[in-house]
């Protein structure tokens, strides 16, 4: 299975500024023949399901507001909230399709508003 | 709208059997990819289950730690997917979520398969295992 890891843990953002939030996979989720990365976000607020918000590393999902951001390749992925709001407190996880269908997900990275 | 509605959980013993359900609405669960993902109480979430569309055989795949326990189906005339559940352990402890999963087919190192992220989530059945 590939390992996701996703850091920091937790952070701390004010209101109105960018939070960033990494993901790093133990191989490549890069497929070769089509160079799209495998790879999507979801938020999960308490008590919710979890919600997509990227796919293929950094198509945002319809609905989900552009400041939210999805960038990287191979084994390094980043999601980008460029202004944060009150509403984005949650917990992001990062997950891999790369291997099916044995899907992996990251530890989670819980948002809060500093 | 599209919506899945996740019912079945409850608490149960060990070594007991439960099903979960998840109705469908707005779309046709037998055409679809489905999946069963679990999040274990204050944790991160875990892939369970795939069931591959009709159209596309119907394949079924489980995750390590519940294969030979639990099976995945649906009924098309209900447009429901199910989890059934035997041999419960403390360990499958959980919300169950019930997802459609949405991706590409493309071939892989040992077949060809379906690679996918979920877009629609269910809200979510409660299992808990315990004596």
């Known amino acids: 299975d590939i390992v996701m890891t996703q850091s920091p843990d937790s952070l701390a953002v004010s209101l109105g500024e960018r939070a960033t939030i990494n993901c790093k996979s133990s191989?490549?989720?890069?497929?070769?023949?089509?160079?799209?990365?495998?790879l999507a976000w979801y938020q999960q607020k308490p008590g919710q399901p979890p919600k997509l918000l990227i796919y293929?590393?950094?198509t945002r999902e319809s609905g989900v507001p552009d400041r939210f951001s999805g960038s990287g390749s191979g084994t390094d992925f980043t999601l980008t909230i460029s202004s944060l709001q009150a509403e984005d407190v949650a917990v992001y996880y990062c997950?891999?399709?790369?291997?099916?269908?044995?899907?992996?997900f990251g530890q989670g990275t819980r948002l809060e508003i500093k | 709208e599209v919506q899945l509605v996740e019912t079945g959980g409850g608490l149960i013993q060990p070594g007991g059997s439960l099903r979960l359900s998840c109705a469908a609405s707005?779309?046709?669960?037998?055409?679809?990819?489905m999946n069963w993902v679990r999040q274990a109480p204050g944790k991160g979430l875990e892939w369970v289950s795939l069931?591959?569309?009709?159209?596309?055989?119907?394949?079924?795949y489980y995750a390590d730690s519940v294969k030979g326990r639990f099976t995945i189906s649906r009924d098309n005339s209900k447009n429901t997917l199910y989890l059934q559940m035997n041999s419960l352990r403390a360990e499958d402890t959980a919300v169950y979520y019930c997802?459609?999963?949405?991706?590409?087919?493309?071939?892989?190192?040992?077949?060809?398969?379906?690679?996918?992220?979920?877009?629609?989530w269910g809200k979510g059945t409660t299992v808990t295992v315990s004596s």
């Open positions: 997802a459609r999963a949405l991706g590409v087919h493309g071939s892989g190192s040992s077949g060809y398969y379906y690679y996918y992220y979920m877009d629609v």
């Open positions: 707005g779309f046709t669960v037998s055409s679809s990819y």
């Open positions: 069931i591959y569309s009709g159209g596309s055989g119907g394949s079924t």
């Open positions: 191989q490549s989720v890069l497929y070769s023949s089509n160079n799209k990365n495998y």
């Open positions: 293929w590393a950094s």
């Open positions: 997950q891999q399709y790369y291997i099916t269908p044995s899907i992996t």
